[in-house]
């Protein structure tokens, strides 16, 4: 364990460079501060910040929580002009589904009127107030294409038409559930249509009778010429889903049999080909813009040569606000998601503060905005970095610990696929803990949170969750974390008041420190394994 007092120095290696935690580091750990950590919680989660949804005069308070403590802490600007904020447009896209039309056309002239709202569920596109456009369909698949493993894309073009695709992965495929969960996702299903030169896709529901929304939310640049978000692409015009017995009727003519053809997708057999029919669809949006702020600190670094280098915190300062009343309670406060991350990254400051001397690589600790609508304020912030890009070279996401057992293991989402994992590893070492891989991979959870935004930029990135270690080995802690989120998560039961253990978020911050001080007094620079998918 670090924290009994031993004066014994504590290494790293991390290729030929040991890093030696000083007196003063351990020092520094030992006196991170629980009280400290529920004293943030309690503020940021009060009714009075109103589940902070940006927009909102709650998330504002929040934003201004932040800076005063960034000040007080000692951190330096590393926002906008000077400040410690960074501007994020918000801009909230919605179709009028009553003046949207869609259209299937055969080869024959026969037309066949979707009902939009029910036959298809048409995503807004954010950069244009109209859509009207007619192309002809090609079923893809499940819509991937995995270098050296699988590709629906093989043999077919896809150049001025939309693709329909299939939810999910096909089963027959084994892949890390990181890249299970990547793609799987609709955005970077989006990405790999529009690579191929399509104009739209159509993602068939899993289960019948789903519905969808008419709305996305996306983070714009200033110029609002390009969108952010996980549901949209600036290179597609027509992004939908349809439920399944549409799908059926696109087969029809085609000599297809769907059965036949789920059955071998199933099998990680590829089975795509153009259908027989056309889709014309035309909508309008409406667009409403709000403006909302990530916030930016710096821990100068105090290498010559490194210091111009950043490693990245995270952790995002939204909730989702006032919402449907439950006992009475319509403020969804948000003390675990995300109060609890906050306040773990302002301990980590402090704790870089308190030991006296600058860290080699100059740290940047971040609150994000809009994760909660769709990772936007970090996707913005990972695209558009108030810090040369090339110069970030990693970043330590904390989201929603879950800090409600004793920490003795961890599943840090994303370490496998770079050299993050040995840092982990240091750090997890020097506490005790046993690292695990995603105890949960169904939940896809690497794709859920912000630090997916900076691999999705090149840079590599983790998130720290629990594992499934228990002080008493009959205890099932997948089960009870599960129970657990189902009652709370996104409730507004989110409370202070709602089982946090201290203990475990001092842990937490200790480990979090450890790992980004590793990397930022290795010299090498973080690199993605070879050959890995992320790092291509």
Wanted: charged share 20%; hydrophobic share 40%.
């Amino acid at each position: 364990m670090l924290l009994a007092g031993s004066l014994c120095l504590l290494y790293i290696q991390a290729s030929s460079q040991n890093i030696v935690l000083t007196k003063s580091t351990r020092q520094a750990l030992e006196q991170v501060d629980s009280n400290a950590i529920r004293r943030d919680i309690t503020y940021l989660a009060d009714d009075r910040l109103k589940g902070r949804l940006p927009g909102e005069p709650g998330y504002q308070m929040a934003v201004d929580y932040v800076v005063d403590q960034y000040k007080q802490i000692g951190l330096l600007p590393a926002g906008e002009n000077g400040g410690y904020t960074q501007k994020v447009i918000l801009r909230k896209a919605t179709i009028d589904n009553s003046s949207a039309i869609a259209v299937l056309k055969d080869g024959t002239g026969n037309a066949d009127s979707l009902v939009v709202g029910k036959d298809i569920f048409i995503l807004p596109n954010a950069l244009r107030a109209s859509v009207n456009t007619e192309a002809g369909l090609v079923f893809a698949g499940y819509g991937l294409d995995i270098p050296g493993k699988y590709s629906d894309y093989q043999g077919i073009d896809v150049k001025g038409k939309i693709v329909v695709v299939l939810a999910g992965t096909p089963s027959g495929i084994t892949l890390p559930s990181t890249l299970t969960a990547h793609f799987s996702n609709l955005g970077s299903k989006l990405s790999i249509a529009a690579s191929k030169g399509a104009i739209g896709l159509l993602a068939v529901q899993q289960a019948p009778g789903g519905g969808g929304s008419n709305t996305i939310t996306v983070a714009m640049d200033p110029e609002k010429t390009t969108a952010y978000s996980r549901v949209s692409n600036n290179n597609l015009l027509a992004v939908g889903r349809i439920p399944h017995e549409v799908l059926q009727r696109m087969f029809m003519n085609t000599g297809k049999n769907l059965v036949q053809t789920s059955a071998d997708l199933a099998g990680s057999k590829a089975s795509s080909f153009p259908l027989t029919s056309r889709l014309m669809i035309r909508y309008s949006n409406s667009f409403r813009d709000i403006e909302s702020y990530n916030v930016i600190g710096r821990i100068e670094g105090g290498d010559a040569r490194l210091a111009a280098e950043y490693v990245v915190h995270t952790a995002h300062l939204d909730h989702v606000g006032v919402g449907k009343p439950v006992n009475g309670d319509s403020i969804y406060n948000g003390a675990h998601d995300n109060a609890s991350g906050v306040a773990s990254l302002l301990e980590i400051a402090r704790t870089y503060k308190r030991i006296g001397s600058k860290p080699r690589r100059s740290v940047l600790i971040i609150m994000v905005t809009g994760e909660e609508m769709g990772l936007l304020g970090s996707s913005y912030f990972a695209s558009h970095p108030t810090v040369p890009k090339e110069k970030i070279v990693a970043d330590v996401n904390t989201d929603m610990p879950t800090l409600i057992f004793p920490l003795l293991s961890i599943a840090p989402l994303g370490a496998a696929h770079s050299s993050l994992e040995k840092n982990v590893a240091f750090a997890a070492r020097q506490l005790g803990i046993e690292v695990q891989e995603d105890p949960m991979p169904e939940e896809v959870r690497f794709i859920r949170s912000d630090q997916y935004s900076f691999v999705l930029e090149g840079v590599p990135a983790l998130h720290v969750k629990y594992g499934t270690k228990a002080s008493d080995p009959s205890i099932d802690l997948v089960k009870l974390t599960k129970e657990w989120r189902d009652k709370n998560y996104h409730k507004p039961s989110d409370e202070i008041t709602n089982s946090f253990d201290y203990s475990a978020a001092r842990k937490y911050v200790q480990l979090n420190f450890l790992i980004s001080y590793s990397v930022a007094q290795t010299t090498d620079r973080p690199a993605w394994n070879k050959g890995d998918f992320f790092g291509r």
